[in-house]
């Protein structure tokens, strides 16, 4: 497989994210829109909430400028990725996919940061009284995509990149 067959498949992953993505966050704001959350299981609820801070509400209400900031971020974090993924072996496939899924959750909120002004969060998980931060589709395909960046440090080293 030639190198722009590899880049553009990678690319095709990252656009079939970001669209799920955007789909199920448009189907959050239609329906949740206003309503208590909506118990699906006894760990897991749909609730909306709109987040102007980064990852567990960091800067969350912090006047305004962080949009900015994380629009800046996600423009110049997304070209380095790009130019990356392009640049990585065909043989370094854990971490192709892995930058693939970065680069499509950062998208994701991206694009919820410019239409938004916030970032469109969904899922939540809790345990009793305890519950984990609210987050979305492209939150988690940022976190499944570190986890593999992290596998494949750890594992390969620059000459044996698989």
Do not use: C
């Not at 509400?57 to 006047?63: D, E, R, T, V, Y």
């Amino acid at each position: 497989m030639n190198r722009l067959t590899r880049y553009l498949g990678y690319l095709f992953l990252a656009a079939l994210i970001i669209v799920v993505d955007q789909l199920l966050k448009d189907l959050a704001v239609t329906y949740l829109s206003g309503r208590p959350p909506i118990e699906v299981l006894p760990v897991l609820q749909w609730f909306l909430v709109y987040n102007t801070g980064a990852a567990f509400g960091f800067l969350h209400g912090a006047g305004g400028f962080q949009l900015y900031l994380f629009i800046g971020i996600a423009v110049i974090v997304s070209a380095i990725i790009l130019i990356w993924l392009w640049r990585v072996p065909d043989t370094a496939r854990l971490l192709s996919l892995g930058l693939a899924l970065i680069l499509a959750g950062g998208i994701g909120n991206l694009i919820d940061r410019i239409w938004h002004q916030s970032v469109v969060d969904f899922i939540n998980l809790h345990y009793r009284d305890w519950y984990f931060p609210a987050f979305n589709i492209a939150d988690i395909a940022i976190t499944f995509g570190v986890i593999l960046y992290l596998i494949h440090a750890f594992l390969y080293n620059d000459d044996d990149s698989r």
